[in-house]
C-alpha cells in the first residue's frame, strides 16, 4: 500500500477581475496494480491504453506530448473527450469500460500512468 | 484573452522502493486549435444530495459556433469530509469515474453535441462539491424558463 499525493494548481492574473491563485491536493492510497509513467506512439487506429477487465477503480494520469496533434481519449464506444496539443488529465476511472486512444493523425506521443485504488 | 495555466503535481515516495515519484505537468488553457487564451470561468459549489444528478457547465447547444472547436477545460473536487461519501462523474449517461471525498480531477472537455454533457451524481450523503469551469463562446440562456 503506497500513498499518492496529487496537487492541481490553476492561475491566471487576468480571467477575472480578482485573481485566479487556487491549489487542491489530495492523498491518495494505492492498494492495487501500478502502471508506471510510460509514453506510446498513437496512430489514427484505436489503442486500448487500460483494458476494464485488467483493472479496478483507479486514478489515470494523461498528458499529450505533442505540439500540434491532438488525441482523442474514449471510454468504451459512448463517451470520449479530446486532449489537445500539451493538454494533460487527471482523472478518477471506474474500470467499468476501456480507455482507448487515438491520434487526430500523424503519430503524437502520449505520456500515462495508472494507479489502482 | 486571459491566460490560464493549470499545473499538475503527481509525488509518491513509497510507490516503487528507491525509486520516488515525482511527475509535472503545465498547460496553458488555450482555445481549440488557437494560440490565444479561453476568456470565460465559471465556479460553483453546490450540496448534492444522494441519487442527485447534476449537470456541469453547458450544453453544446448554448455553445456558440462550431461546438466541436470549443476547448474547454472542467476541474472538480468532492470537498465532503466524509470518507464514505462519494460521487460518481460521467460523460452523459456513462459513468466514467467515482469521486471520493478529498478526491479531485481535472479533464479537457469539448462540447461535441449535448450527449456529450459532463454529469454527476451523488451516491452516498449530500457531497460537496467545488466545480470551475473554463472555456469561450459559452452564451448565456437568453431564456431562463
Redesign the interface.
Given at each position: 500500500m503506497?500513498?499518492?499525493?496529487?496537487?492541481?494548481?490553476?492561475?491566471?492574473?487576468?480571467?477575472?477581475s480578482d485573481e485566479?491563485n487556487?491549489s487542491?491536493t489530495?492523498?491518495?492510497t494505492?492498494t492495487g496494480d501500478?502502471v508506471?509513467?510510460s509514453r506510446v506512439a498513437l496512430s489514427t487506429s484505436d489503442l486500448t491504453l487500460f483494458a476494464s477487465s485488467s483493472y479496478s477503480?483507479s486514478y489515470v494520469?494523461l498528458?499529450n506530448l505533442d505540439n500540434s496533434i491532438a488525441m482523442d481519449i474514449d471510454?468504451?464506444t459512448?463517451?470520449?473527450?479530446?486532449?489537445?496539443a500539451?493538454?494533460?488529465?487527471?482523472?478518477?476511472?471506474?474500470g467499468?469500460?476501456n480507455i482507448l486512444a487515438v491520434a487526430d493523425s500523424g503519430t503524437p506521443l502520449l505520456e500515462y500512468?495508472l494507479?489502482e485504488a | 484573452m486571459?491566460?490560464?495555466?493549470?499545473?499538475?503535481?503527481?509525488?509518491?515516495?513509497?510507490?516503487?522502493p528507491g525509486s520516488p515519484?515525482s511527475?509535472s505537468?503545465s498547460?496553458?488553457l488555450?482555445q481549440?486549435?488557437l494560440t490565444t487564451?479561453?476568456?470565460q470561468?465559471e465556479t460553483g459549489v453546490i450540496d448534492l444530495a444522494v441519487s442527485t444528478e447534476f449537470r456541469i457547465g453547458p450544453l453544446a447547444t448554448q455553445v456558440s459556433g462550431s461546438a466541436h472547436d470549443i476547448?474547454s477545460y472542467l476541474?472538480l473536487?468532492n470537498k465532503s469530509t466524509d470518507g464514505t461519501y462519494w460521487i460518481?462523474?460521467?460523460?452523459?449517461?456513462?459513468?466514467?469515474?467515482?469521486?471520493?471525498a478529498?478526491?479531485?480531477?481535472?479533464?479537457?472537455?469539448?462540447a461535441?453535441d449535448d450527449d456529450?454533457a459532463i454529469e454527476i451524481q451523488a451516491n452516498t450523503g449530500t457531497n460537496s462539491i467545488e466545480w470551475?469551469f473554463?472555456n469561450s463562446n459559452f452564451v448565456l440562456p437568453t431564456d431562463a424558463g
Open positions: 503506497a500513498t499518492l499525493t496529487p496537487t492541481l494548481t490553476l492561475t491566471s492574473t487576468d480571467v477575472t485566479l487556487f487542491v489530495d492523498s491518495l494505492v501500478t508506471s509513467l477503480r494520469y498528458k471510454f468504451g459512448t463517451a470520449s473527450f479530446n486532449l489537445a500539451g493538454e494533460f488529465a487527471f482523472f478518477p476511472w471506474h467499468s469500460q500512468a494507479w | 486571459a491566460t490560464t495555466t493549470a499545473t499538475v503535481s503527481i509525488t509518491s515516495s513509497d510507490l516503487t515519484l511527475v505537468a498547460t496553458t488555450m481549440a486549435g487564451g479561453l476568456t470561468m476547448g476541474y473536487c460518481d462523474w460521467g460523460i452523459h449517461e456513462s459513468v466514467i469515474g467515482l469521486l471520493y478529498g478526491d479531485w480531477m481535472f479533464i479537457p472537455w469539448n461535441s456529450a470551475a473554463f
